[in-house]
Each structure stands twice: as structure tokens, then as C-alpha cells.
């Protein structure tokens, strides 16, 4: 073992390295890329969160007095349009309703994240319940400046809280929501009026996900990305190997149709990601008690869909591969733009509005929310048909696409 021979070895491998631009480029290009996505991704916290206000208080408070008997009005003080104005807006995206019920339905069909609902005596119970909490015993008129004994027994406090109805299907989204509106009722109420608490004003009831743990939130992109991972790799370097052996060449000029290769892949790697879908949910399931509301079959057949589409990708890729080396290549370039920007691990809601479009051209973001919305959220075929629908033009375009160029190959031979 020389030392002159093991450099002249060395010095050959960076020769070809140098001359292959494709490596070399991803030597050169792929680190900046990868930590710059990296660093945009996951250095944000979520932003521009949907929610929808309905704001029925009439910022009026009635407050019942001993002499004379009955009530005075106190106009203005609209408790609740001051709470509204501390809302952080760049968490929040704020948007108006004067209907409860439909505002309800937008978050239910995943049109927002969450409602802020606050009743109409809201103003007057709430003012009311600081009259009670701090023993007010005596009121100013603020119209005619008489003094009035306040009837402390008599006084309403049903309405004095707010409603925060929240989708917990994203429980990183779930707690930036609860965390801005909790800050904001600590800078309103307790700190003007320190013997209230933020919890007796505010109820949180959860549309989707009560409960629901970060693993569950994490672990549907994961299957989508593991199943990325295996049928990428398996189809790319399969079909690369058939391509060095020959095979491919003795299949075309075989009777066999470009469409017959093609399908005759995709019925094999199906089957191949059917049987890993049932492992990994077997896993999700058995392992981690990861929760799944909705039909296990559907879920099923998202993740078969998704990786039918990556079979047709992974025959494109391969066309372009001279050698497993070169396939190998092609790996990382479809898988780490996946996880840094498809909302596997981190909300695209947290991204910088620059990256956030790429997500909605990755393939894999469809797959992770389709699983996310049955498996937590319960939904259905139609309630998932817009990610189904982005599966199933993936799947034509890359099979399309793969059966013209490999009909191109075969004429060639």
C-alpha cells in the first residue's frame, strides 16, 4: 500500500468528479440550497394564522342598583372591541362575521383555523363580574354624576366570556393561536384588573383534534415521507439497474408496449406500497398510539395514490441517469426540499411568504395534509377532494410523461 498510489487514485476520482458536472454541481450548489431552505423554514413562528372574529357585543353595560330599583346604562366601553384591537396581527389574519354558525362551518371545512366568538351581553357581564370580583359597592352615572348603590346579588355574569372555537388538527398552529389570544387577555384584563384571570373570560373547545398530541400532527407527514423515500429509491435505482444490464433494451424491441413496462412497474411497486402503508400505520398505530378519527382505508389508498405518482416521477429521473451513481444523485434533491418545505415537520404557516408557494408545488404537501385531515380530522373523500385531485394530476402527468419518453427510448433502439 504506497502512498504515491493511493494519491494517484485519489487524484483520478476528483478528475472525474470535476468533469461530471452534475456531481459537481451538487457539490458546489446543494449545501447553500439545503441550509438556506433550512434557515427559512424552520427560524419563523406562524404567521398569518386565519381566524374569523364575531363580534355581537353591543358595548353597552347594564348594571342593576338598590335606589331606585332597576338599572343604569353605561355606553361605550365596549370591553370586547379593546380586546380585539390587542390582537396580534401578524400571528393572526383577522376576518369579520356577524354569523356564528357560518363562521363555525369555514373552520369545520378548513376554510380558517379558528372562531373568536364574543356574546352580545358581553360588555355588561364582564364589566359586571369586575364589580363583583372587587366588591364595588357604589357607582358614578357617568351621564349626570349621581352616585348609585350598586345591587352586587342581582348582577349577570352568564355572558362574560368569550369563545374560542380552534381546529387542533396543526398543533403547532393550534398553540400560536391560544398563546397570541392568551397574551392578549393578559395585557387587557389582568394586568388592568389583577384579581381576574384570562381563563375566566376565555372558553377553548377544539373543532378537530382535542387532545391531540405533536406526534400526532407529525406522524402523517412522516409516513407520506417514508414512503417518498422507499418508492423513489426503489423505482429509480430498479429501473437504472434494468437500463446498465440491458434488460430494457431487450424489452423494447420485445412485442411489450412502453405502456405495458410502465404499468407493469406501477402494478408492482403499488402492491410494494400498499404492503408499506399497512406496515406503517400497523407502527404508528401499535407503537406510538397515534390517533386515527377517520377511515384507515382511505388513508390507505392517499399513500398508495401518492406513491403511484412517485413511481411515475422516479421513471423520469431514471431516464436522464446514466448509471446508479447518477440516480442516486436525484435522491436528496427530491427528498430534503420535501421535508424542509411540504409542512412535514414545521407549519408552512411558519415559513416567510417567499417560500411558502414552493410548498404548494411539492407533491408530498398534498399527501401529508389528505392524511392529517382523515386521521385527525376525520374528513372524508370530499372533504379531502382538492389534495386528491393534486395526487391524482401528479400521477397523470409524471405516468404520461414517462410513457412518452420511454416510447422515445424505444424507437431509439
Given at each position: 500500500m504506497g502512498a504515491t498510489r493511493i494519491l494517484a487514485m485519489a487524484r483520478n476520482i476528483l478528475l472525474r468528479l470535476v468533469h461530471d458536472r452534475r456531481t459537481l454541481g451538487m457539490i458546489l450548489v446543494m449545501p447553500i440550497i439545503f441550509m438556506g431552505l433550512f434557515g427559512f423554514a424552520f427560524a419563523g413562528e406562524p404567521e398569518?394564522?386565519?381566524?374569523?372574529?364575531?363580534?355581537?357585543?353591543?358595548?353597552?353595560?347594564?348594571?342593576?342598583?338598590?335606589?331606585?330599583?332597576?338599572?343604569?346604562?353605561?355606553?361605550?366601553?365596549?370591553?370586547?372591541?379593546?380586546?380585539?384591537?390587542?390582537?396580534?396581527?401578524?400571528?393572526?389574519?383577522?376576518?369579520?362575521?356577524?354569523?356564528?354558525?357560518?363562521?363555525?362551518?369555514?373552520?369545520?371545512?378548513?376554510?380558517?383555523?379558528?372562531?373568536?366568538?364574543?356574546?352580545?351581553?358581553?360588555?355588561?357581564?364582564?364589566?359586571?363580574?369586575?364589580?363583583?370580583?372587587?366588591?364595588?359597592?357604589?357607582?358614578?352615572?357617568?351621564?349626570?354624576?349621581?352616585?348609585?348603590?350598586?345591587?352586587?346579588?342581582?348582577?349577570?355574569?352568564?355572558?362574560?366570556?368569550?369563545?374560542?372555537?380552534?381546529?387542533g388538527s396543526n398543533t403547532q398552529v393550534a398553540a400560536a393561536i391560544i398563546q397570541s389570544i392568551s397574551e392578549t387577555l393578559l395585557k387587557s384584563v389582568e394586568e388592568s384588573h389583577p384579581d381576574l384571570s384570562f381563563s375566566d373570560v376565555l372558553n377553548i373547545h377544539y373543532v378537530y383534534g382535542e387532545n391531540a398530541r405533536f406526534i400526532d400532527f407529525f406522524a402523517p407527514g412522516i409516513m407520506a415521507l417514508v414512503v417518498t423515500i422507499i418508492t423513489i429509491m426503489l423505482t429509480i435505482v430498479s429501473f437504472v439497474r434494468e437500463k446498465t444490464n440491458g434488460t430494457l433494451d431487450r424489452l423494447f424491441v420485445s412485442p411489450m408496449r412502453s405502456t405495458d413496462i410502465v404499468l407493469g412497474y406501477t402494478v408492482t411497486f403499488s402492491l410494494v406500497a400498499l404492503f408499506q402503508s399497512v406496515e406503517i400505520i400497523a407502527v404508528a398505530v401499535l407503537l406510538f398510539d397515534i390517533r386515527i378519527v377517520g377511515s384507515i382505508a382511505l388513508a390507505l389508498m392517499i399513500i398508495v395514490l401518492y406513491a403511484i405518482g412517485l413511481l411515475g416521477l422516479g421513471f423520469l429521473l431514471s431516464t436522464i441517469a446514466k448509471n446508479e451513481f447518477q440516480a442516486i444523485q436525484f435522491i436528496p434533491l427530491i427528498i430534503l426540499p420535501s421535508i424542509i418545505v411540504a409542512g412535514v415537520i414545521w407549519p408552512i404557516e411558519s415559513m416567510p411568504p417567499i417560500i411558502r408557494p414552493v410548498s404548494y408545488f411539492i407533491p408530498l404537501t398534498y399527501a401529508a395534509e389528505a392524511l392529517r385531515s382523515v386521521m385527525i380530522r376525520g374528513w372524508g373523500p370530499l372533504e379531502i377532494g382538492a389534495d386528491i385531485l393534486a395526487l391524482v394530476i401528479f400521477a397523470v402527468l409524471t405516468f404520461s410523461l414517462s410513457i412518452l419518453i420511454m416510447r422515445k427510448k424505444a424507437h431509439q433502439s
Open positions: 398569518d394564522i386565519g381566524i374569523i372574529v364575531v363580534n355581537l357585543d353591543t358595548g353597552i353595560a347594564s348594571v342593576p342598583v338598590k335606589e331606585p330599583v332597576g338599572n343604569i346604562t353605561i355606553p361605550g366601553l365596549s370591553l370586547a372591541e379593546g380586546i380585539i384591537d390587542g390582537f396580534d396581527t401578524k400571528t393572526l389574519t383577522l376576518h369579520f362575521s356577524d354569523d356564528a354558525d357560518e363562521a363555525l362551518k369555514k373552520v369545520e371545512n378548513g376554510e380558517a383555523w379558528a372562531v373568536v366568538y364574543f356574546p352580545e351581553n358581553f360588555t355588561s357581564d364582564l364589566f359586571g363580574k369586575l364589580l363583583k370580583i372587587t366588591r364595588t359597592e357604589t357607582i358614578i352615572d357617568p351621564i349626570g354624576g349621581q352616585t348609585y348603590s350598586v345591587d352586587l346579588q342581582n348582577i349577570s355574569t352568564s355572558d362574560a366570556r368569550m369563545d374560542l372555537r380552534v381546529d
